[in-house]
């Protein structure tokens, strides 16, 4: 373990609320140590997510006695790991043969829950020294009608040094089920020798020629050119067409007052006392702003974290980052909800700090709250623990408020003060009528496209690695993907802002928002897609599982993009307006 790696796990653990202890945590063994074999989960291949305990399948386990204390991290218990010691006496580098570890009297209860679990193409995991293990229930025969249980597990280990490097699992000798029958389960070590390093142990389980395909290489090579030519493009229009509303606004300077008031002036300058009035509910609007601001720095140091410390080889460990990471951002949140809130002439500041805090929260776990009544319908181990849910409580009262209040004192005091180019009107003007897709709901809706366009591959390469069994680790992808993101996002709201203030519409705050946020309608829509197409999932707590969670993750992603996108609309009408002469 190099020091970086070391002293990035000593953050991860500062991050998780408990704490690991055990010699399995050093990964070092001496001669016949034991080695620990926890039994995690047991559901359906198709369906990911929906995972039951191991034991609550019928199965047995070994005689030994529980042992060393195994403490649960929250980012652990949030995605439904139930580590449960096997009973199975598996010492290092000593080879057990073939034995019987349990027997189960197959009475029609059992039969029925095998039955289902066989027919259902049912898997379990297990871990051995935080090593993932995976192995199939049963296997069906459709034809013959008979099922039939796999009562035998072969353990190769690979050791180099101290250490295990490797593990295989088959799973042999199958047994027909039947009903009123004895089966035994037997198991068997062998270890061998082995060159794999230790820091390359996770290397088996990352698939390359899936990440890496041509295909990934060369969409990400796309979108950066399609980066490139945005900007120039962008850039190009924008000098062109500026340059020459300017020069047109400078030729009716020139005329005499009589000739202006006949004259045909039209365009973005027209709005200029209305361009700044405070956009419609500054409540909401500061909120989605203060949040987008702070999803903005969790997404990207989260990814820089991972990126840096590969933690996507530890169980749980990344939730747990990401839930520390957002905690200890959440100054960020109200400074720049604050400051945008008081901008905008906002007085209730502290009904707006609570809405601040409130607002992931409170949807993530209204989400997660139905969801959780469905998993423990159906009895998953998805249902989140009493526990994690008090911890989770505490950290929003105890970390993310009083962090939160911090930013907002801060934020009204340093970042409060507008300084507004043009002065606003006392009487707003009327908006007049344009062309159909001049309106805003038009260019909501296809302000999205070219950003979605600019992810979409990458998205295949997320959910793949969400509902299906792929380790994502490509980070550097996914950095590179969020910057190309987070530019063509900005480049085509400053496109679409202009097209609206050219109609004299000045309403572009929440215009240029939901024109970059509408992003993640398409991301929506394209889950959609992918759960029918891509996957087989099936049943109600799959289903609901997964369009709950992609409900989030498409709010997430549409709240920081709508956020990208105000910050670069605000910057180009605040440059706009302050270069043209205003009389
Ligand atoms: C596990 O299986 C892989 C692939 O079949 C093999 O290369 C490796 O040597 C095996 N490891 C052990 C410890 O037997």
């Not at 199965?59 to 652990?76: D, M, R, S, V, W």
């Not at 280990?157 to 101290?162: A, C, L, P, T």
């Not at 060159?195 to 295909?215: A, C, G, M, T, W």
């Not at 747990?320 to 990471?325: D, G, L």
Request: aromatic fraction near 18%; glycine fraction near 8%; charged fraction near 15%.
């Amino acid at each position: 373990m190099n020091f970086r790696r070391k002293a990035f796990l000593a953050f991860v653990l500062l991050a998780q609320v408990s704490f690991l202890q055990g010699d399995e945590h050093t990964h070092t063994y001496k001669a016949t140590e034991e080695v620990i074999l926890w039994m995690n989960t047991v559901g359906p291949y198709h369906n990911r997510q929906e995972t039951y305990s191991y034991y609550s399948l019928p199965f047995c386990a070994g005689p030994k006695e529980q042992i060393g204390h195994y403490h649960e991290t929250l980012g652990e218990a949030l995605q439904g790991f139930e580590l449960e010691f096997s009973g199975l006496s598996i010492d290092y580098n000593s080879e057990t043969p073939v034995s019987v570890y349990c027997k189960i009297e197959l009475n029609d209860e059992k039969l029925k829950a095998f039955l289902y679990a066989v027919k259902n193409k049912y898997w379990y995991q297990m871990f051995v020294d935080d090593l993932p293990i995976w192995g199939l229930v049963g296997e069906a025969d459709e034809t013959k009608g008979e099922y039939s249980i796999y009562t035998h597990k072969k353990f190769e280990f690979g050791f180099n040094g101290n250490q295990i490097v490797d593990v295989n699992m088959t799973t042999e000798n199958k047994v027909q089920l039947v009903l009123g029958s004895t089966i035994s389960f037997s198991y068997e070590v062998f270890w061998r020798k082995s060159s794999v390093k230790y820091e390359d142990r996770f290397d088996k389980y990352l698939d390359p020629n899936f990440f890496q395909h041509r295909i990934h290489w060369f969409s990400i090579f796309n979108s950066f050119m399609m980066v490139i030519f945005l900007i120039g493009l962008v850039s190009m229009i924008l000098m062109r067409t500026l340059r020459k509303d300017y020069a047109r606004y400078a030729k009716d300077e020139e005329m005499d007052d009589m000739d202006r008031d006949l004259g045909d002036e039209y365009g973005w300058k027209q709005v200029h006392g209305d361009v700044f009035r405070p956009a419609a509910i500054p409540m909401v609007f500061s909120t989605f702003l203060g949040t987008g601001y702070q999803l903005l720095v969790v997404t990207f140091v989260v990814i820089l974290f991972t990126i840096l410390g590969e933690l996507y080889t530890e169980r749980g460990s990344l939730l747990s980052t990401a839930i520390f990471v957002y905690a200890a951002t959440s100054p960020i949140n109200g400074y720049f909800g604050a400051s945008v809130y008081a901008q905008m002439g906002g007085k209730k500041w502290i009904r707006q700090m609570v809405c601040s805090v409130a607002l992931l929260p409170a949807v993530v776990c209204g989400t997660s709250f139905l969801i959780n009544f469905i998993a423990m319908y159906y009895h998953t181990s998805r249902a989140i623990p009493f526990g994690s849910m008090v911890a989770v409580a505490c950290i929003v009262f105890f970390v993310v408020l009083p962090l939160t209040l911090v930013g907002t004192v801060l934020g009204r005091n340093l970042g409060g003060q507008a300084d507004y180019p043009c002065r606003v009107n006392a009487v707003p003007r009327p908006i007049p009528e344009k062309k159909w897709f001049m309106e805003p709901t038009i260019i909501i809706a296809l302000g999205g496209v070219l950003p979605f366009g600019s992810i979409f591959i990458e998205m295949y390469f997320i959910f793949t690695s969400f509902w299906a069994y792929k380790i994502y680790y490509v980070y550097g992808f996914m950095l590179l993907v969020f910057a190309i993101l987070l530019i063509v996002t900005v480049c085509v709201t400053i496109v679409c802002t202009y097209f609206l203030l050219n109609a004299e519409d000045y309403r572009w705050q929440w215009t240029s928002f939901f024109a970059a946020a509408s992003t993640s309608g398409y991301v929506y829509i394209y889950s959609i897609y992918y759960f029918v197409f891509k996957t087989k999932m099936y049943g109600l707590f799959q289903t609901a599982f997964y369009f709950g969670n992609m409900a989030l993750f498409s709010l997430g992603l549409g709240i920081m993009c709508g956020t990208v996108g105000y910050i670069g609309s605000s910057y180009f009408v605040r440059k706009i307006y302050s270069t043209v002469k205003i009389d």
